[in-house]
T-cell receptor, first 111, second 115 residues
Framework: SQQGEEDPQALSIQEGENATMNCSYK?????LQWYRQNSGRGLVHLIL?????REKHSGRLRVTLDTSKKSSSLLITASRAADTASYFC???????????FGSGTRLQVQP | DTGVSQDPRHKITKRGQNVTFRCDPI?????LYWYRQTLGQGPEFLTY????????KSRLLSDRFSAERPKGSFSTLEIQRTEQGDSAMYLC?????????????FGDGTRLSIL
């Protein structure tokens, strides 16, 4: 079963708008990671946030983590058509090396 | 290109045949992972190596599946007596050893289609 659950499952926005995706999980975590996947390709690591961090930025990406609510969000600001992809959160459970992925948010950015 | 490479990119085979996939990780990475991904879903963990030692296996990895990493470099994933339900994208990833879980670097996968 997949522990990380993303919301929404699909999101369609116009270029220039912001896109927000949410991830909820169930267990204690070491860290939480966000990945992007273009159609037919492998996943690309975007950002890692540790359990003792609350917010992290990387370029147009902003990730927040609320361990009390067991949730995280990914914000992409000023979206571009090239941001069109599926975005996955991945849970790094304490004591395990493998990641547990959610089912993803499919983002479509209209030019 | 020094990323993770997987071979072949596509494999079409008849039910009941055996298939083998290869993964070449980033050279300095000592951790290697195999995942399976079906359409519309996120990757599901199959197995993990640290150097040549297979340290964790998922319940998804039935006895028809076997993975090896003989010299701690490349890895192979074999599926014996393939079934329709084995159709999926098989992804390999590698990472550095370090405290906690490091970012994983993925290959572009091998797409398996069972006829």
């Amino acid at each position: 079963s997949q522990q990380g659950e993303e919301d929404p499952q699909a999101l369609s926005i116009q270029e220039g708008e912001n896109a927000t995706m949410n991830c909820s999980y169930k267990t204690s975590i070491n860290n939480l990671q966000w990945y992007r996947q273009n159609s037919g390709r492998g996943l690309v690591h975007l950002i890692l946030i540790r359990s003792n961090e609350r917010e992290k930025h990387s370029g147009r990406l902003r990730v927040t983590l609320d361990t009390s609510k067991k949730s995280s969000s990914l914000l992409i600001t000023a979206s571009r058509a090239a941001d069109t992809a599926s975005y996955f959160c991945a849970i790094a459970d304490t004591g395990r090396r493998a990641l547990t992925f959610g089912s993803g948010t499919r983002l479509q950015v209209q030019p | 290109d020094t990323g993770v490479s997987q071979d072949p990119r596509h494999k079409i085979t008849k039910r009941g045949q055996n298939v083998t996939f290869r993964c070449d990780p980033i050279s300095e990475h000592n951790r290697l992972y195999w995942y399976r991904q079906t359409l519309g879903q996120g990757p599901e963990f199959l197995t993990y190596f640290q150097n040549e030692a297979q340290l964790e296996k998922s319940r998804l990895l039935s006895d028809r599946f076997s993975a090896e990493r003989p010299k701690g470099s490349f890895s192979t994933l074999e599926i014996q007596r393939t079934e329709q339900g084995d159709s999926a994208m098989y992804l390999c990833a590698s990472s550095l050893e370090g405290q906690g879980n490091q970012p994983q670097h993925f290959g572009d996968g091998t797409r398996l289609s069972i006829l």
